[in-house]
Every structure is written in C-alpha cells, then in structure tokens.
Nanobody, 120 residues
C-alpha cells in the first residue's frame, strides 16, 4: 500500500556533508511521523532523527548539533542534512514512516536503506 524511495547516500570525507531524501507514495491518508535510523553490521539499529505530524523533532545524542531533519508535506518527503560527518557515522541509513492509510488503518514502513561511508 505504501512505498518508500531513499536517495542521497554515498562516500564523503570526514568533515563533509550529505543530504538524504525519502519519498513516500501510495494509499496514504495522513503521515503520523517520519524519521531516520542507521545500522552497522553486528549492532542494533539506532535512532538518528524523527519528526512528527505536529512538527516535533528529536535527535539521537550522537548526531545532535550536526544533523538536521526536515519535511516537505506536499511531496510526502523527509530529508536529513548531515554536516561535520565523522567516520563513526558510517552505516546503512533507513527511512521510516508511520502512516494512516486509506481506510484509516495505522501502519509502519521501512525503506530499503542507503549506504553512507565517511572515510579519507
């Protein structure tokens, strides 16, 4: 019913910047929240940033002050601006959306993931 398309990952040097995008499409009635999570092999997936339908924003402690989450409601798209990147930010970044679909059922969806590598 809902599909997520992620883009913007790649290779960047320490101190550089990247911008991730995630567009949601399908039988969406409304979006409750959108966010970004990341995962390194052998470790649990961790919260990066979220934004609710009311505009409330939260960040993981490790990215606070360096990353910024934003949303374009008209395009059902969420963005993650990543500045001052560090090698420890290297991970697969996953988009997540919590939606009310047509028919008023609540569901949670994950994107396919995009690789971010920070290295010199």
């Amino acid at each position: 019913q809902v599909q997520l398309v992620e883009s913007g990952g790649g290779l960047v040097q320490p101190g550089g910047s990247l911008r991730l995008s995630c567009a949601a499409s399908g039988s969406i009635f409304s979006i409750n929240a959108m966010g970004w999570y990341r995962q390194v092999p052998g470790k649990q997936r961790e919260l990066v940033a979220t934004i609710t339908g009311g505009g409330r924003i939260s960040y993981g402690d490790s990215v606070k002050g360096r990353f910024t989450i934003s949303r374009d409601n008209a395009k059902n798209t969420v963005y993650l601006q990543m500045n001052s990147l560090k090698p420890e930010d290297t991970a697969v970044y996953y988009c997540n959306v919590d939606v009310m679909v047509v028919g008023l059922y609540e569901y949670n969806y994950w994107g396919q993931g995009t690789q971010v590598t920070v290295s010199s």
